[in-house]
């Protein structure tokens, strides 16, 4: 039992997690002039049209069992045409944002659900506690993560748009071998006792925590 509900208190929120941060980037293309998300069913809140055998399921389940202090995963992105929105640069930053930006809004609500808690009975209130305390975790994390400026993940995207010619274009680039920069990152330094990712990006996680505890009234 302790298994099964170890599954639910960390499943439920990272699912959650990631359909919504590739439904946000289907629904922002599609606002935006590029309906290639739609037309193949991803601008969905089915998680099933968005998971990720490795990326939702394998890489989050191993980062956990081996304690790692950055946890992560990722679905399958949402196919953007970005030649097909109104206006390609902006549009790109927008659509690219859409997916962290959610999960800070989530990583909010989940924050506010803390005052609510009182109202369920006092037996289940430690598993709900602990699942929206994983929420916020996992959603600060999962923005702050996608928002490191490598194609492909978000933060690339956007600062391509943003960045200037001479700069967005050697970035742009990088994007097919950006996954492999992302795992060298995670895998290699660690061997040196350093970790790279946890030193990038703790520390805005921990801020973007605390602000949301104020804002949300736990702090």
Do not use: C, Q
Request: charged share 10%; net charge neutral.
């Amino acid at each position: 039992m302790d298994t099964l509900l170890r599954i639910i208190i960390i499943g439920i929120p990272i699912l959650l997690a990631i359909t919504l941060h590739e439904a946000a980037h289907g629904y922002a293309a599609l606002r935006y002039g590029d309906d290639t998300a739609k037309l193949m069913g991803r601008v969905s809140l089915n998680p099933l049209r968005h998971v990720d055998p490795i990326g939702t399921i394998l890489i989050p389940g191993l980062l956990l069992l081996v304690g790692s202090p950055v946890l992560f995963g990722y679905a399958k992105p949402v196919p953007v045409n970005f030649s097909r929105l109104r206006n390609p640069r902006r549009d790109s930053v927008l659509v690219a944002g859409a997916g962290p930006a959610t999960n800070i809004l989530l990583a909010f609500i989940s924050a506010l659900l803390f005052h609510v808690l009182i109202f369920f009975p006092p037996t289940i209130v430690p598993l709900l506690h602990e699942m929206l305390t994983f929420s916020v975790l996992i959603n600060v994390t999962l923005a702050v993560f996608n928002m490191l400026p490598v194609p492909p993940l978000d933060g690339g995207r956007v600062a391509v748009g943003l960045l200037p010619d001479s700069l967005a274009l050697p970035l742009a680039r990088l994007e097919p071998y950006g996954i492999f920069i992302i795992f060298g990152l995670i895998l290699i330094p660690p061997f040196f006792g350093i970790n790279v990712l946890a030193w990038l990006i703790l520390h805005p996680i921990h801020l973007i925590i605390e602000f949301i505890s104020l804002l949300a009234g736990l702090s």
